[in-house]
């Protein structure tokens, strides 16, 4: 009997270690207890947790390019219907002036008139990745330019552009048109129209079939200064910012209170953010030139818009400029600087929105990731610094009151094997 009591007595102490060391482990987090690690598994998942990861930033690219090529299309429309209204009394300089408008829009014409000329304006984007991809094959010139691309290389991708922006000029003109012109007062035009209509600009190149339509060839030259003007400064504006941020993840890799993160997904997300930095800067800096182009493309093509002064009636577009130069004179004139910037609240919307898109897509990337590699809530990772013992492939002790309880444990059980 006396040995059973001993027995006992041994399981009971046992018993009452394995209670305390439970308890210690969901005590307040303010004090140093531990936390085991086979709970959630962090550190066998780390490998997991970065492979899927890298799909779903993969995933947030996409929602960054249908957001800049389709999202943002409601937005260009309002901008580009402000730039060649050249009568208007109302800039929409902000935001704010533009929202009324829309909303009687919406009212007489139903949410599609914002979506009018979506399909020509992909047609054409997808124009000039053809014409991009036809002129590579046959020249063998680079369709696109990094760090490492020779000076040589880098002028024959400059011709490349040069040639493919003059090619599509006429049928951006006919896009142009089909964006602006209102529902209410015109026909819907066809899914291929655009190609009709760009095919009979370009071939009348120096006698148009309309009135006060300038020539092709009156068109083409400012519009492949602008455009590879603008190219070029994209290109600039999206190195220097990609390098800034490559070079803060580089010299600052435990930023986050020691975290060790991936590099690779954190140079990902900095060229998200370098090209809508980039993007957004070239918009804002070439933003008068555009007007000035848009007003020439449409001059002579009969186009009716909606009035974004009441957001009600509509009005004919009945200019006559000779040129680049005295369509810039004449709306200097009539308008002043700020003729220049008219639609320029619709182009603040169209980034708000589309930062808004990508901070949404990041924070369902990040919630989709921790559901699916099980990991910690952020306040335990960061006082553990678990992220610093998962790089650590040689330790995997936590907290040594942990290791220190598990001995006396392991300690009493051996004795009373014996």
């Known amino acids: 009997s006396s040995i059973e009591g001993r027995e006992k007595a041994i399981v009971d102490n ?168 209102s529902d209410i007062a015109s026909e819907k035009p066809g899914l291929f129209d655009v190609f009709r209509e760009g095919s009979l600009r370009l071939f009348y190149w120096s006698s148009p079939q309309k009135g006060r339509m300038l020539p092709a060839w009156a068109l083409i030259g400012p519009s492949v200064s602008f455009g590879i003007t603008k190219y070029l400064f994209n290109l600039v504006i999206r190195g220097i910012s990609s390098r800034i941020m490559r070079r803060r993840i580089t010299l600052s890799p435990e930023k986050s209170g020691g975290k060790l993160v991936d590099s690779t997904l954190e140079h990902q997300n900095a060229e998200i953010y370098a090209s809508l930095i980039a993007m957004l800067t070239t918009e804002v800096i070439f933003f008068p030139i555009e007007t000035i182009l848009h007003r020439l493309q449409l001059q002579g093509t009969r186009t009716i818009i909606d009035n974004l002064d009441n957001g009600y009636a509509v009005v004919p577009i009945l200019t006559n400029y000779q040129g680049f130069v005295d369509c810039y004179q004449t709306t200097m004139v009539t308008e002043g600087v700020g003729g220049l910037y008219k639609g320029f609240g619709a182009m603040i919307l169209q980034f708000v929105a589309h930062v808004a898109v990508i901070k949404l897509a990041k924070w369902i990337v990040n919630q989709i990731t921790e559901v699916i590699s099980n990991r910690p809530p952020p306040r335990i990772v960061q006082y553990y610094n678990l992220d610093g013992i998962a790089g650590n492939s040689g330790s995997t002790t936590i907290s040594p009151s942990v290791s220190s309880t598990e001995l006396e444990v392991n300690s009493v059980g051996q004795s009373s094997v014996d």
């Open 14 to 181: 046992i018993n009452a270690d394995q209670d305390a060391i439970h308890k210690l482990q969901y005590l307040n987090l303010d004090e140093p207890l531990s936390l085991p690690l086979d709970k959630h598994k962090y550190i066998d998942n780390q490998e997991d947790d970065t492979s899927i990861r890298k799909y779903l930033v993969v995933g947030v690219q996409w929602v960054s390019l249908v957001t800049e090529n389709l999202l943002s299309h409601p937005f260009i429309v309002l901008r580009r219907q402000c730039q060649v209204f050249n009568a208007s009394k109302r800039y929409h300089l902000h935001p704010f002036s533009l929202l009324p408008s829309i909303v009687h829009l919406h009212r007489r014409q139903g949410v599609t008139t914002l979506w009018k000329g979506v399909g020509s304006c992909l047609l054409v984007r997808g124009m000039t990745l053809a014409i991009d991809d036809v002129i590579s094959k046959f020249t063998s010139w680079p369709k696109d330019v990094n760090s490492r691309t020779t000076l040589k290389r880098f002028g024959q991708h400059i011709i490349l552009k040069c040639i493919s922006i003059g090619l599509v000029v006429p049928f951006h003109a006919a896009s142009l048109v089909e964006t602006v012109q």
